[in-house]
């Protein structure tokens, strides 16, 4: 038994002392540090620094002290924008999966031929500016809009509907502008399932539903949580999108947060604002991973 | 959004700027001046009768940069900040340009003003410490003539009364909530002259008699141009060049100026511009041409620095831009001093309103 082992396994000893091989863990110090030196450069001075100053900027002016953030509490408008920010961050999330999950799983499972027309119905918007796709919408749901002129020919209304420039319509067109980046990581889970597997349970006589639910969707589900966390994150700081398609009504913080360090100037109060943005979506992340980490079998998720 | 592809656009004029003044060695070592424009038709008029013609009479190159207003004030900041200003010149906003943070950014134009001092051919004021008048414009009130055939809508009073107006209506949120909430007061019977200072309560509750028929909360001039060509709305409070730029294309289109809202720019020069002598030379070549003032604003429908420009406008643009004594003594001019004290505070209650 310990023979056959020692064959069919190299020994961990033996794994260590092979030089260079595909395992990044086994380059050397220097050549890992010269490999991720442009990244970090670029995070450094592209990202952290500016980033860092803004929200520093927020402590500092006119001098230490929370008085920024004092100024963020005492009105609940804040409060309530950063509430509905991620209200309308959930309502995308959860929307996107429910269109996304079968649109991934068709484009792993489908035939070739179709399965290559479906990733291209996803990707090309993908490739499609932000802009383009938000503007498409407001000429499908405006007053004399593709939508309601269908609407009032049909006869099914005599007012045109007030589509655009509603908390639903900003929901919807932020679904359509996401929805490949949930897409893509359940794509990839759920074609890293091997197909034996379904084979060998329907073999011991599961039916195709039992097989979907018992194999298929708990072995997807790292891609579900990576691609809905993606998601999620985006929404949080979308403006474009809502800047467009919602009206005064729909504000998201980072409208707010837009209007603070373009309009008023007000540039350490918009890193305060920043500051509770960016702090509410850590904490989001990390009780959205250690709940998930609680249990094994998730383990995976990023 | 606009911003944003503002910023593609910037990027674009700076690489070429850059390209254009390092390209050749002739004209790296020709005298420049940086001006930051708000783009689009105004900077195409201001090269075609200002920047070009100065540059073939002094030999100083114009070169631009262009982004929204908001925006050339946040770099310019940024750049007194860091200590490297790279422009000289722009044009702020007459509410902006008495604000104290204008004051700390740019240059007090008292000295250049003295030599006009005497110049009675300037429209009054129109040099100021806070910078030189380029043109005023108006914010309206314009209507589809279609839906509201003459005599139409002449007050806020009717833009309010959508018993007798009925049909949906159009307002500016482009962050400056002042104008809004003035026509909502004017409309609930405050007289022009008891206007400043707002009364913020009145004005927000007048306004929540309109939302239900607001179609749109416009943030950009051609979004607000846009809803009356497709019908999305039938009357707006939208901005004079807009709305005449409107009517040469052939929309139904009329307004009132009445109860207009004036509003001028003013040509500020940054502090420590690198090339300041020259953006003197500037402003005195475009002071002592009316007559390309007046040919700027027949395109812009403006109103231009000097009545002698305004006299020289076509009879047309004379018509649709508020050049004559008795219109421009019934517009409405807000008071600057009071908006940029209270520019939070009116942002703060504007948004507070719109999520209620």
Redesign the interface.
Known sequence: MTVTATIGVPSTEAIRRRPLTGSARSYSKTLSLILIAPLVLLMGFGFLYPVGKLLLGSFFAPEFGLEQFQRLMR???YL??LL?TFEIAFAVTIASLVIGYPIAFAMAKLPRRWAALTTVCVLIPLWTST?VR?YAWIVLL???GVVNALLLDLGWITEPL?LI?TEGAVVMAMTHVLLPYTILPIFAAVRAVPNELGQAASNLGAGTLSVFWRIMLPLSLPGVFAGCLMTFILALGFY?TP??VG???T?LMAT?I??Q??????WAFAGALSTVLLAATLTFVVAFRKTLSLNRGFAGVS | MRRFLKNCTNAGLITAAVFAVSGSGSVSAQEKLVIATTGGTLEQEMRTHFFDPFTKETGIQVITVSGTGAENVARIKAMAQTGNVEWDLYQAGEIQAASELHKSMNEDMTEFCRAYQGDTDLLPGACASSGVLSAYGTTLLAYNTRSFPAPGLKTWGDFFNVEKFPGPRSMPNFNDPWRVMAAALLADGVKPDALFPLDVDRALGKLDTIRPHISLWWKTGDQSTQGFRNGEYVAGEIWQTRASALKKEGQPLAWSQDQAFLVGDRWALIKKAPHRANAIKFLEYFLAHPQAQARVCEALTCTPARYSAAKAMNAEAQAAAPTSPDVFEKLIRPDAAWINANNQMLLERWNEWNQR
């Open positions: 009105s609940p408008l309530t924008v509905r802009l938000s405006q007053r004399k007030r420039y474009v800047a467009l009206g005064p009504r504000m707010l837009g209007q360090t373009t309009e008023t100037l007000d």
